[in-house]
């Protein structure tokens, strides 16, 4: 299983960016998709998931009404759209990929199984 994270880069505040994460190698549509970030200095967070086995959503508070989490079962791909962004979102993002993620867990960075390189969000203001 490999997942490949893609789409960062330096941003002005209130930009916006893709932010994409393909999957090989797995059965794609039955896995739940997260991701996450790190930021220097500061521990691993949540930031948004995508739970395959009712479709829902789930996002961390701060970035609610301005990243949305998607995929393209076609194209093996997640992805996650962020808009208005802002310093505080300056990090290295992480795609994730979870078999057995259930609601409890979708925060939960040790329920994931597989994980991508990250890709660098830098956003100034």
């Known amino acids: 299983v490999q997942l490949q994270a893609s789409g960062g880069g330096l941003v002005q505040g209130g930009d916006s960016l893709r932010l994409s994460c393909a999957a090989s190698?797995?059965?794609?549509?039955?896995?739940?998709m997260g991701w996450f970030r790190q930021a220097p200095g500061k521990a691993r967070e949540f930031v948004a998931a995508f739970k395959w086995s009712d479709s829902s959503t789930h996002y961390t508070n701060s970035v609610k009404g301005r990243f949305t989490i998607s995929r393209d079962n076609a194209k093996n791909t997640w992805y996650l759209q962020m808009n208005s962004l802002k310093p505080e979102d300056t990090a290295v993002y992480y795609c994730?990929?979870?078999?057995?993620?259930?609601?409890?867990?979708?925060?939960?960075?040790?329920?994931?199984?597989?994980w991508g390189q990250g890709t660098l969000v830098t956003v100034s203001s």
């Open positions: 190698g797995m059965a794609f549509s039955r896995y739940s």
């Open positions: 994730a990929a979870g078999a057995r993620i259930i609601t409890s867990t979708v925060s939960n960075d040790r329920a994931y199984d597989y």
